[in-house]
């Protein structure tokens, strides 16, 4: 497994991560969200050994990653898909792979097969790649040493939906077979379908974590009613967090029962009340890393 214990970095006066704990489980898929400058990918790089925490650990496997034997063997790691040599091929690089790592060139044909990169593509020149020609290649290469841990940063991006598909079932299948992936991602709809633990970062520190259920099971209560200014004005007199959802109706931040005894206490009439499960982890994202999004989002 991953394990982040109170891991900081500060560059000068400026803190990118501060305190980050958490704790990316094996057999599971790990999501780690957060807005652009969050501090996820400083985070990973401490995971990986290439920048140096300020204090706190990252361990991978129960070590720091300096500490594996044979990094490869036990960790496949993907940060930039076009941080690889251009002026080789596809084939040349995983076969530069192949031995660093210490495995049988064998390896880079099952590799190839396994990202569906045909061997025209692979003997082409990386700087003739498309995005996700790049990111197939980067997948392959932390594969090469049939790892147990798998550290991707954004590998969905520039993939076609099919190319989406496919990665999502590569990921499943070797969570799965015992494997741990931690999967940082801006396509929230694509973390929501396959992660089964999720961690939100914001602005350097850790704003939510727990399970994919557990977090989309604060979505709260969906009401609507006659008068929408009259319940938004009682739900907040009564101390609970309310958002808009859609034109009319309100989410609140409470139990089905409660939202609707403060609405009959005033006067409110009612004409829709359930659970919010269509509230999506794109939504709850939103609200949760409010205060760090860039664009603003509306409350």
Do not use: C
């Not at 633990?197 to 994919?212: C, H, S």
């Not at 958002?243 to 609140?252: P, W």
């Not at 139990?255 to 919010?276: H, S, Y």
């Not at 709850?284 to 989002?297: M, P």
């Amino acid at each position: 497994m991953i394990t982040i214990d109170a891991l900081t970095k500060r560059y000068g006066g400026y803190t990118a991560v501060d305190h980050v704990t958490f704790t990316a489980r094996s057999g599971r898929v790990t999501g780690f969200l957060g807005p652009n400058g969050a501090g996820k990918s400083t985070t990973m790089r401490a995971m990986v050994g290439l920048t140096d925490p300020t204090s706190g650990t990252a361990t991978v496997l129960g070590r720091r990653f300096a500490d594996l034997p044979n990094p490869g063997r036990e960790v496949g790691v993907l940060l930039d898909a076009s941080a690889q040599h251009a002026g080789r091929t596809g084939r040349e690089i995983l076969t530069l792979a192949t031995r660093i790592v210490g495995v049988p060139r064998t390896r880079v044909d099952e590799l190839l097969d396994m990202v569906s990169l045909t061997d025209e593509e692979a003997g082409r020149r990386v700087r003739n790649y498309s995005l996700g020609m790049r990111q197939r290649l980067g997948i392959a290469t932390a594969l090469v040493g049939a790892p147990e841990v798998l550290i991707l940063d954004e590998p969905a991006n520039g993939l076609d939906p099919a190319g989406i598909r496919w990665m999502r079932d590569l990921l499943r299948r070797f969570a799965d077979d015992g494997g741990t992936v931690l999967l940082s991602s801006h396509l929230l709809h694509e973390i929501e379908v396959i992660a089964d633990d999720l961690v939100v970062i914001g602005n350097g520190t850790i704003v939510a974590q727990g399970t994919k259920d557990e977090l989309l099971a604060t979505a709260g209560t969906l009401v609507r009613a006659e008068d929408p200014a009259a319940l938004r004005a009682a739900l907040s007199a009564a101390g609970l967090t309310i958002h808009a959802s859609g034109s009319d109706a309100v989410r609140a931040e409470a139990d089905l029962a409660t939202v609707g005894r403060v609405a009959f206490g005033a006067g409110v009439a009612v004409t829709e009340l359930r659970a919010a499960d269509g509230a999506g982890l794109e939504e709850i994202f939103l609200e949760l890393t409010a205060q760090t999004q860039r664009e603003g989002v509306a409350a």
